[in-house]
């Protein structure tokens, strides 16, 4: 029996896989239904929880609706899943969440109106009631991320801002730093290059051994590297790396970004409207002085759209889910951190959506 298990929403309800990494190849399982659709996911350090937050609001600056929650469901032996005491209600659409480090507090970022807030995990794990912060906050435009850093002594919330349009100009992104102490958070700083103009970060990752923080720039299609030095990013990034293979022939649009868990490759995906866009994954290797990626591999993703993507704890699988005509493709990573694809799984979901998909391995 596989221990690794993915997990994958169409609206609400939450399919589990059974992921044979070796053979490159998901199970379907069995399926719960959450409050309304999923919108993130996050699992509990001890890979026992997961913390899902829902909402039936429409994306971006769609129809606000009325029912958002975070849900804690139990991770069973064989990754089963079942629901962990009572949903708490959340005043608008999250548009992710985390935990902290220690899993004590779940993280939400909200972003129409923008916000972060910060709710205890009560002792029998179950999401519980909002931490109240001593200090005006100021979440900038539009948050798509938040995380806490790996010593869970500051938090960052990724703001994107908005392209301009005709009928407005530009509206600057920024990374919102925090010190972090018992749910509570303080000393704000914000982090824009060139005041954020031509600055639009949609989600970080962290190297899991050096001091490098690297940023999917959603507006620009780059990747950006900054330090993370005693608690402070840098000013401006180190550098910046393009993530197109080509000339653009639509609007794209830089989705996620993850750090391989070895810390020696770095992965973006390219997210396009259909497929005459570029749904690829850019593949970085990391400069073990400095920090630097250096592309090494476009791979199509064999889907469009590619919204979320995981790897697995063993650094031995890709996983990416496609929100237009939703599928689910694997891809097996070498040594050397590139991608060989293995195969597609296409989904049908009517027409609710694949918003989230990620893998956990059972403890």
């Known amino acids: 029996m596989s221990n690794v298990s993915l997990y994958a929403n169409i609206g609400p309800e939450l399919t589990r896989y059974d992921v044979d990494v070796a053979g490159a190849a998901l199970t379907p399982r069995g399926t719960v239904t959450l409050p309304a659709n999923v919108q993130y996911a996050w699992p509990h350090k001890s890979r026992q929880f997961l913390y899902v937050a829902t909402?039936?609001?429409e994306s971006g600056m769609g129809r606000?609706?009325?029912?958002?929650?975070v849900t804690a469901l139990k991770i069973n032996n064989d990754g089963a899943l079942s629901q962990h005491g009572t949903p708490i209600p959340l005043p608008t659409r999250p548009i992710h969440m985390a935990t902290d480090i220690d899993s004590k507090f779940v993280l939400v970022a909200f972003n129409n109106p923008g916000a972060i807030r910060i709710y205890r995990i009560n002792p029998d794990n179950t999401p519980g009631e909002?931490?109240?912060?001593s200090n005006a906050i100021d979440p900038g435009i539009f948050p798509h991320q938040v995380r806490a850093t790996l010593d869970n002594r500051q938090i960052i919330l990724v703001a994107r801002g908005h392209d301009a349009e005709p009928s407005k100009p530009e509206e600057p992104g920024s990374l919102r730093v925090f010190d972090f102490k018992d749910g509570v958070l303080s000393n704000e700083a914000s982090i824009a290059p060139?005041?954020?103009?031509g600055f639009g970060p949609r989600h970080l990752d962290f190297h899991p051994t050096k001091p490098w923080v690297y940023v999917s720039l959603e507006r620009q299609n780059a990747v950006d590297l900054f330090t993370l030095t005693n608690g402070a990013l840098s000013a401006t990034p180190l550098f910046r790396k393009p993530t197109l293979s080509r000339t653009p022939i639509q609007r794209q649009a830089?989705?996620?970004?993850h750090v391989h868990p070895n810390g020696r490759t770095v992965y973006v995906a390219?997210?396009?409207r259909d497929a005459e866009g570029e749904n690829s994954m850019a593949v970085f290797a990391i400069d073990p002085a400095t920090g630097e990626p250096n592309l090494t591999q476009h791979i199509d993703t064999h889907g469009v759209h590619p919204r979320t993507f995981h790897i697995d704890s063993s650094g031995k699988l890709m996983a990416i889910a496609h929100i237009n005509g939703a599928a689910l493709?694997?891809?097996?990573?070498a040594?050397?951190?590139?991608l060989t694809f293995a195969r597609t799984y296409d989904i049908d979901v009517g027409k609710r959506t694949m918003w989230w998909m990620g893998m956990v391995q059972q403890p």
């Open 329 to 333: 493709s694997l891809f097996r990573i």
């Open 335 to 338: 040594d050397d951190g590139k």
């Open 64 to 69: 606000a609706g009325t029912n958002h929650n």
């Open 55 to 57: 909402s039936d609001s």
């Open 194 to 197: 060139g005041g954020g103009y």
């Open 254 to 257: 830089v989705g996620t970004v």
């Open 270 to 272: 390219n997210r396009g």
């Open 130 to 133: 909002e931490v109240e912060q």
